[in-house]
T-cell receptor
Framework: KQEVTQIPAALSVPEGENLVLNCSFT??????LQWFRQDPGKGLTSLLL?????REQTSGRLNASLDKSSGRSTLYIAASQPGDSATYLCAAYSTGANSKLTFGKGITLSVRP | GAVVSQHPSRVICKSGTSVKIECRSL??????MFWYRQFPKKSLMLMATSNEGSKATYEQGVEKDKFLINHASLTLSTLTVTSAHPEDSSFYICSARDGTGRYEQYFGPGTRLTVT
């Protein structure tokens, strides 16, 4: 059974700092790994999707990496801004008969002006 | 990118009544749709998976008679919470996947259900 862990649960940084959000998963048999952003009371916004054959994806100030062998993914945010404050969720899409997307509990990021 | 809508965004209902939530894929055909539930400060919990024209597959512990799912077309799935109780109050999110093989899910904006 796939388990996805995100530690720490919360993070507070000053504006302008570069930061890394970590995600680990127990089962490396995945189709892909996705990073989402969720604002309070809102749905999910997809940020980046890394296919299992890829090592990283980039979009603007965001860069996500994937290391299947170690069961880890990171989301790098460059030059953080107060508008980046949100909860960031990673999710691994497992292969096999019980194929589904398994979410971590998320990291709540606060970027202080 | 692909867009998924949900309606309503918020609903308040009395205990014992039923509530229907709609999920639509607006610009693609969703061969598979998913319904999630999210408790405060918790992650998303998959409730069920439905393929168009088939019965939904429910996750362990989810009552299929309480949470009725219909996926009658390639663009519409509905979740009906029957005989709602206050403990059913939650944030319900649907997502949809196309048949391209990328296994990418597109999420709706969610529905906040409050049962009084």
């Amino acid at each position: 059974k796939q388990e996805v862990t995100q530690i720490p649960a919360a993070l507070s940084v000053p504006e302008g700092e570069n930061l890394v959000l970590n995600c680990s998963f127990t089962d490396s048999a995945i189709y892909n790994l996705q990073w989402f952003r969720q604002d309070p009371g809102k749905g999910l916004t997809s940020l980046l999707l890394i296919q299992s054959s890829q090592r990283e994806q980039t979009s603007g100030r965001l860069n996500a990496s994937l290391d299947k062998s170690s069961g880890r993914s990171t989301l790098y945010i460059a030059a953080s801004q107060p508008g980046d404050s949100a909860t960031y969720l990673c999710a691994a899409y497992s292969t096999g008969a019980n194929s589904k997307l398994t979410f971590g509990k998320g990291i709540t990021l606060s970027v202080r002006p | 990118g692909a867009v998924v809508s949900q309606h309503p965004s918020r609903v308040i209902c009395k205990s014992g009544t039923s509530v229907k939530i709609e999920c639509r894929s607006l610009d693609f055909q969703a061969t598979t749709m998913f319904w999630y539930r999210q408790f405060p400060k918790k992650s998303l919990m998959l409730m069920a998976t439905s393929n168009e024209g088939s019965k939904a597959t429910y996750e362990q512990g989810v009552e299929k008679d309480k949470f009725l799912i219909n996926h009658a077309s390639l663009t519409l799935s509905t979740l009906t919470v029957t005989s709602a109780h206050p403990e059913d109050s939650s944030f319900y999110i649907c997502s949809a996947r196309d048949g391209t093989g990328r296994y990418e899910q597109y999420f709706g904006p969610g529905t906040r259900l409050t049962v009084t």
